[in-house]
């Protein structure tokens, strides 16, 4: 029985190691297959990978070109902030020279010191604004900024930015669920953008002299609004009002000195007559309120008479960078960036805004010229100098820049189709009325856009009709935009008027509509106030425009500045479909200064007190290099907002000094000479 037992005890053991050994070989085989399935998975991906590579698209290439500047921008601008505040000035003076004293510093050492309060009046697009309220995609945005600052919502939710800037089409107001608000305070337009100053320069400058919050004072609104309509939604006007009575009580009864920036001054302007009419339309301050509460109005880069840079934005959502951008990249603007097409949603957007409107070009073929005819019509370029830093004499135009041109220029012709019709004899130009064009509705039902404007109402045939007729003038242009726009100048018409008033004593001018347009209302009756138009001269500004009909008019917005015309020769008016006059880049030297230079000097139907007015223009100087930034003697329409000289004259007006003892004029333009050109009944 022992043995048996032996005998099976030797059988299990065996067994065992037969089983054990047959797991140890499972094991090693698996362990095997483990390794040729890693091994064929490698190959496998390897055999993949170059099938599966993903392609570099023209998106991928533009957002890695836009981090890369974005990335360098912010290192160098660390950097620059980092260090010590003498290096730049230690640099650029080793360059260029000594520096001059800021204004501040060198009003301050001749004892000029705080009497009047000043008024900042910002223009459109500089005033930061902020979400109070919005719809879903924009959690966790309220209070944030979404204009100015870093605009980072453009690039993270494009399309829910642009839902938020909007207006409603309707009513100019706010769309259901939405609150966008002014920013408050100096902070509101200190900076547009980190590094890009608007008003940062003047105010320190102020600050210098002893202004502080208690005697500086940001009037900040929401500048997409028609200007009525900032006192219907948020009461502005009256806040400004109060604000003002408030600082001219706080300062023993010193008079306010209002400083508007671009819009800002047709805003104020509107202002002027608002505060004086009676409730409810009005402030009810009454006819003296503006002679007893302002003693300076000294507006900066005022585009009185409108801007014709405003046509192309409205007519075709580009301007003449645009124009270049999108001839240099076909496509990228229409329809790559973000995978939207980008124009039609900015168009979209910006025809919401009514404050836009303020700034179609003013009075006309009286003022702005006609088929034949124009102010500045023998304008020819002139070429810059570099001055030094302590120079601010005037000096007159180059022998030659203007006398010597012997072809004109049709500048009347706001926007010519194709550069012949720009440059033909008026009885050469056969045009076909577009007026009574049947829009037949045939491209509105293409669903492959991505966002619908007006353009797609009218059809093939009304595009067509507008381009038959070949040119438009100031006058002219009103009405194609009421053909192509009709949604929106609705809007605007029961705002703006663009006229000439005939006896502004009718009481149809008493409409807030008219308030803001200075041939078709009377300046406050305050005889001891005082007018400065300020702005920069000597940089080419577009004036006129031509254009060509986009190959996609079936989707993409069917007119667009045809790049392709260009006189060729340096000094020459005409580059990128654009002709160019003096002006400060934006606003043309007739608009800012026509008013202070004519329709407003001495008593005048406009002007029945007599209020003085002055011109005051700065030479345009870009900067050495580029340690001196955007330069102290710039005369560019924002960058003059850190002209030394500029900044001087205007603390030397807010601490008490008059416009005689400025020295007057300075002028280096031919505005009086295109002024007496305008056949305009005073």
Same mark, same amino acid.
């Given at each position: 029985?022992?043995?048996v037992?032996?005998?099976?005890?030797?059988?299990?053991?065996?067994?065992q190691?037969?089983?054990?050994?047959?797991?140890?070989?499972?094991?090693?085989?698996?362990?095997e297959d483990?390794k040729?399935?890693?091994?064929?998975?490698?190959a496998?991906k390897?055999?993949a990978?170059?099938e599966?590579?993903?392609?570099?698209?023209c998106v991928?290439?533009c957002?890695?070109?836009?981090?890369?500047?974005?990335?360098?921008?912010? $290192?160098?601008?660390?950097?620059y902030?980092?260090?010590?505040? *003498?290096?730049?000035?230690?640099?650029?003076?080793?360059?260029?020279?000594?520096?001059?004293?800021?204004?501040?510093?060198?009003?301050?050492?001749?004892?000029?010191?705080?009497?009047?309060?000043?008024v900042?009046?910002p223009?459109?697009?500089t005033?930061? @604004?902020?979400?109070w309220?919005?719809h879903?995609?924009?959690?966790?945005?309220?209070?944030?900024?979404?204009?100015g600052?870093?605009?980072g919502? %453009?690039y993270?939710?494009?399309?829910?930015?642009?839902?938020h800037?909007?207006?409603?089409?309707?009513?100019?107001?706010?769309?259901?669920g939405?609150?966008?608000?002014?920013?408050s305070?100096?902070?509101?337009? /200190?900076?547009?953008?980190?590094g890009?100053?608007?008003?940062?320069?003047?105010?320190?400058?102020?600050?210098?002299?002893?202004?502080?919050?208690?005697t500086?004072?940001m009037?900040?609104?929401?500048?997409?609004?028609?200007?009525?309509?900032?006192?219907?939604?948020?009461?502005?006007?009256?806040? $400004?009002?109060?604000?003002?009575e408030?600082?001219?009580?706080?300062?023993?009864?010193?008079k306010?000195?209002?400083?508007?920036?671009?819009?800002?001054?047709?805003y104020f302007?509107?202002?002027?007559?608002?505060?004086?009419a009676?409730?409810?339309?009005?402030?009810?301050?009454g006819s003296d309120?503006?002679a007893?509460h302002?003693?300076?109005?000294?507006?900066?880069?005022?585009?009185?008479?409108?801007a014709?840079?405003?046509?192309?934005?409205i007519?075709s959502?580009?301007?003449?960078?645009?124009?270049?951008?999108?001839?240099?990249?076909?496509?990228?603007l229409?329809?790559?960036?973000?995978?939207?097409q980008?124009?039609?949603?900015?168009?979209?957007?910006?025809?919401?805004?009514?404050?836009?409107?303020?700034?179609?070009?003013?009075?006309?073929?009286?003022?702005?010229?006609?088929?034949?005819?124009?102010?500045?019509?023998?304008?020819?370029?002139?070429?810059?100098?570099?001055?030094?830093?302590? *120079?601010?004499t005037?000096?007159?135009?180059?022998k030659?820049?203007?006398d010597?041109?012997?072809?004109?220029?049709?500048?009347?012709?706001?926007?010519?189709?194709?550069?012949?019709?720009?440059?033909a004899?008026?009885?050469?130009?056969e045009?076909?009325?577009?007026?009574?064009?049947?829009?037949?509705?045939?491209?509105?039902n293409?669903?492959?856009? /991505?966002?619908?404007t007006e353009?797609?109402?009218?059809?093939?045939?009304?595009i067509?009709?507008?381009?038959?007729?070949?040119v438009?003038?100031?006058?002219?242009f009103?009405d194609?935009?009421?053909?192509?726009?009709?949604?929106?100048?609705?809007?605007?018409?029961a705002?703006?008027?663009?006229?000439?008033?005939?006896?502004?004593?009718?009481?149809k001018y008493?409409?807030?509509k008219?308030?803001?347009?200075?041939?078709e209302?009377?300046?406050?009756?305050?005889?001891?106030?005082?007018?400065?138009?300020?702005?920069? %001269?000597?940089?080419?500004?577009? &004036?006129?425009?031509?254009?060509?009909?986009?190959p996609?008019?079936?989707?993409? $917005?069917?007119?667009?500045?045809?790049? *392709?015309?260009?006189?060729?020769?340096?000094?020459?008016?005409?580059?990128?479909?654009?002709?160019?006059?003096?002006?400060?880049?934006?606003?043309?030297v007739?608009?800012?200064?026509?008013?202070?230079?004519?329709?407003?000097?001495?008593?005048? &139907?406009?002007?029945?007190?007599?209020i003085?007015?002055?011109?005051?223009?700065?030479?345009h100087?870009?900067?050495?290099?580029?340690?001196e930034?955007?330069?102290?003697?710039?005369?560019?329409?924002?960058?003059?907002?850190?002209n030394?000289? @500029?900044?001087?004259?205007? $603390?030397r007006?807010?601490a008490?000094?008059s416009?005689?003892?400025?020295g007057g004029d300075?002028?280096?333009? /031919?505005?009086?000479?295109?002024?007496e050109?305008?056949? @305009?009944?005073?």
């Amino acid at each position: 029985m022992a043995l048996v037992r032996r005998k099976k005890g030797l059988e299990g053991e065996k067994a065992q190691l037969s089983d054990s050994k047959s797991d140890k070989e499972i094991e090693r085989t698996d362990g095997e297959d483990d390794k040729n399935s890693r091994k064929g998975k490698k190959a496998t991906k390897a055999k993949a990978k170059p099938e599966g590579k993903k392609k570099w698209s023209c998106v991928d290439s533009c957002c890695w070109f836009i981090g890369c500047i974005c990335t360098v921008w912010w $290192i160098l601008l660390f950097l620059y902030n980092a260090m010590p505040a *003498s290096i730049p000035q230690y640099v650029t003076e080793a360059i260029t020279g000594p520096w001059p004293d800021p204004p501040g510093v060198k009003l301050r050492k001749e004892g000029l010191s705080v009497k009047h309060p000043v008024v900042f009046v910002p223009g459109i697009v500089t005033g930061g @604004l902020e979400l109070w309220e919005g719809h879903q995609c924009a959690e966790g945005l309220f209070r944030k900024r979404l204009w100015g600052g870093s605009f980072g919502e %453009v690039y993270k939710r494009p399309l829910c930015w642009v839902e938020h800037m909007s207006l409603n089409n309707e009513t100019g107001l706010d769309n259901s669920g939405i609150r966008v608000r002014p920013v408050s305070g100096l902070v509101a337009a /200190d900076y547009f953008a980190p590094g890009y100053f608007v008003w940062a320069v003047l105010i320190t400058n102020l600050a210098r002299i002893g202004y502080e919050e208690k005697t500086m004072y940001m009037a900040s609104y929401d500048w997409r609004l028609a200007f009525q309509n900032t006192e219907v939604r948020d009461q502005t006007l009256s806040r $400004i009002k109060s604000n003002i009575e408030l600082m001219v009580a706080t300062n023993g009864g010193q008079k306010a000195v209002i400083i508007p920036h671009s819009m800002g001054v047709l805003y104020f302007l509107h202002f002027m007559k608002w505060v004086e009419a009676p409730a409810p339309m009005g402030g009810g301050g009454g006819s003296d309120w503006c002679a007893k509460h302002i003693k300076a109005v000294m507006n900066i880069g005022g585009p009185f008479l409108g801007a014709p840079k405003a046509a192309p934005g409205i007519f075709s959502a580009e301007a003449k960078d645009i124009a270049a951008a999108r001839a240099m990249a076909p496509g990228f603007l229409d329809n790559d960036l973000f995978r939207v097409q980008t124009l039609p949603h900015v168009m979209r957007m910006t025809r919401t805004w009514d404050s836009t409107m303020s700034m179609i070009p003013k009075g006309g073929d009286t003022i702005w010229g006609d088929l034949d005819w124009s102010p500045e019509e023998s304008y020819v370029p002139r070429k810059r100098k570099q001055r030094d830093n302590d *120079s601010q004499t005037a000096e007159g135009n180059d022998k030659g820049t203007l006398d010597s041109q012997k072809r004109v220029i049709n500048y009347g012709r706001i926007i010519s189709f194709g550069k012949d019709v720009a440059e033909a004899p008026s009885s050469e130009i056969e045009r076909i009325d577009f007026k009574g064009a049947v829009k037949d509705n045939d491209v509105s039902n293409i669903t492959s856009c /991505d966002v619908w404007t007006e353009y797609h109402d009218m059809g093939t045939e009304g595009i067509k009709a507008v381009a038959d007729y070949k040119v438009y003038t100031a006058g002219s242009f009103l009405d194609l935009l009421h053909f192509v726009a009709p949604k929106m100048m609705a809007r605007g018409g029961a705002h703006f008027s663009y006229g000439i008033a005939d006896n502004l004593d009718d009481s149809k001018y008493e409409h807030y509509k008219y308030w803001s347009n200075p041939l078709e209302t009377k300046l406050p009756n305050a005889p001891d106030m005082e007018i400065y138009s300020m702005y920069g %001269v000597g940089i080419p500004t577009e &004036r006129a425009y031509v254009y060509e009909l986009s190959p996609s008019a079936e989707c993409y $917005i069917p007119f667009r500045i045809d790049t *392709s015309a260009d006189c060729g020769k340096e000094d020459c008016c005409l580059k990128d479909g654009v002709y160019s006059v003096d002006g400060d880049e934006t606003v043309p030297v007739l608009s800012a200064g026509f008013m202070c230079a004519k329709g407003w000097r001495g008593k005048t &139907r406009f002007n029945p007190s007599g209020i003085r007015t002055y011109n005051r223009e700065y030479d345009h100087a870009p900067p050495a290099n580029l340690l001196e930034g955007r330069g102290t003697q710039s005369g560019a329409h924002v960058d003059i907002m850190g002209n030394f000289a @500029l900044i001087e004259d205007i $603390i030397r007006v807010a601490a008490g000094a008059s416009g005689e003892e400025l020295g007057g004029d300075q002028v280096y333009s /031919d505005i009086f000479k295109w002024s007496e050109k305008i056949n @305009l009944p005073l």
